[in-house]
């Protein structure tokens, strides 16, 4: 995705990325949807928002389904279609399964995604826990990004850790832990 938006005017609104000027021609937006597993029941709902964000935006809007974890999965869907009466509608997408990308994240290409390197392992150990915080730290950012990346690692690692451990990992960093919009949220 970063790539896609170098040298492009960017804003972030809900899961709505809005690239190019408001005045440019070719300006376009992702709508960006995230699944743990895949669930095609809310497929429907993306086309509909898809829609409704292409009108109210006034410029072409691509969805982008982001797979997290790829569990028992065999299979995730790139398209949504229904069929009746002899006709078929079909709307596709492009899909990105994050555990394919799990070398570019430990390589460096996509380190702003180390907080979710946990999703990308079957069974993810204290040393997968241990790389996500040594990439997060060696990141050239704010403290507030690397808060906020923190508590998206520490967040993620409590769906497959136990708590102490956690807190024993993050130690050195727990004070600025509790500086993170997502903590605060909590």
Known sequence: ???????????IRDRV??????????RWAMHVEYQLQPDPSVMPGWLFKTGALTRQLGCRVILVVF??????????PSAFSTEAGGLKNEFSFPTIRL???????RGGDLEELAPLLALCEDNPTEQTMREEREIILRLDTTPEVRAELLAVALTVGLRYFRREMLERLFREELEML???????EW
Request: with cysteine; hydrophobic share 40%.
């Open 1 to 11: 995705i970063s790539a896609c938006l170098v040298g492009s005017e960017m804003c």
């Open 17 to 26: 990325l809005l690239i190019g000027a408001e005045d440019d021609p070719g």
């Open 67 to 76: 797979y997290l974890e790829r569990g028992s999965s065999a299979t995730f």
């Open 99 to 105: 555990w394919e990308h799990k070398d570019r994240i």
């Open 178 to 184: 509790k500086e993170a919009s997502v903590i605060q």
